[in-house]
């Protein structure tokens, strides 16, 4: 699948439907103490870099990476919308932030995920690319229905 990935700047219309899609489904299935999804606003932060992957016309999904410190960032946001599921969205997205990571020279990407059956495929995900699992970072603390995880990267 030819997938473009770029950097959004969060003003289009595709974007805020499939964000409010992913807030709205993250409600369905965490407790809001445990929900740490950002919305438009948050994600417009200038410690966050946003990207959309796009078939054509298509808005398929959307991941964020936040500066955390100069060696250390957080992936947020990653999101596939749920018709594209299953097609390489995801890895793709995961592969572009991480590469970004390492331009930026950071050592360390950790990222909070649900601990939930419904987000199994996501710690799949993040595991098959070497995250393990790790204590809560940056402003989280424990909770139950979370899972933090985390990669050292290797530098170029």
Known sequence: ????????????????ELLQAHLALMATLSPPESTHA???????????????????????????????????????????????RGQGVARRMLEHIM???????????SLETGSMVAFAPARALYRRYGFKPCPPFADYGDDPNSTFMTLTLKPN
Do not use: C
Not at 51 to 70: F, H, I, M, P, V
């Open 99 to 109: 590469a970004e990571a390492v331009r930026r020279g950071y050592r360390q990407v």
């Open 38 to 84: 950002l919305d438009l606003d948050a994600l417009r932060a200038p410690d966050v870099t946003f990207w959309t992957a796009w078939r054509d016309r298509d808005l398929l999904g959307a991941g964020a990476l936040k500066e955390l410190n100069s060696r250390h960032g957080e992936i947020k946001s990653m999101h596939t919308r749920a018709a594209a």
């Open 1 to 16: 699948m030819v997938l473009d990935i770029r950097e959004d700047d969060l003003r289009g219309r595709e974007i805020a």
